[in-house]
Nanobody, 115 residues
Framework: QVQLVESGGGLVQAGGSLRLSCAAS????????VGWYRQAPGKQRELVAD???????KYADSVKGRFTISRDNAKNTVYLQMNSLEPDDTAVYYC?????????WGQGTQVTVSA
């Protein structure tokens, strides 16, 4: 079983920055795809960004050029650097680990961007 613990959410003004972190337990982190999803009130959960074991990244169009995902396999941690935040980025952000189609989720961290 994998446990994911997120940190780094909070309240920030538009144009500001936040860095999310997600620490994973277990031994499969380095060979898994890890990423961040978000869910705003009344909306479906959506992929924000992910990174595979080879370091290849994928981003939602809405965050390209503003967000950067990275991973540190030695620390079993994935990061999401969020710059130029906009009110539409307000959501609960969830860490995800995917290992051979089995998904693990963190508890979520709230990000609120004020106008």
């Amino acid at each position: 079983q994998v446990q994911l613990v997120e940190s780094g959410g909070g309240l920030v003004q538009a144009g500001g920055s936040l860095r999310l972190s997600c620490a994973a337990s277990g031994t499969i982190f380095s060979i898994s795809v890890v990423g961040w999803y978000r869910q705003a009130p009344g909306k479906q959960r959506e992929l924000v960004a992910d990174i595979n074991s080879g370091g290849i990244t994928k981003y939602a169009d809405s965050v390209k050029g503003r967000f950067t995902i990275s991973r540190d396999n030695a620390k079993n941690t994935v990061y999401l650097q969020m710059n130029s935040l906009e009110p539409d980025d307000t959501a609960v952000y969830y860490c995800n680990l995917n290992f051979f189609r089995k998904n693990f989720w963190g508890q979520g961290t709230q990000v609120t961007v004020s106008a």
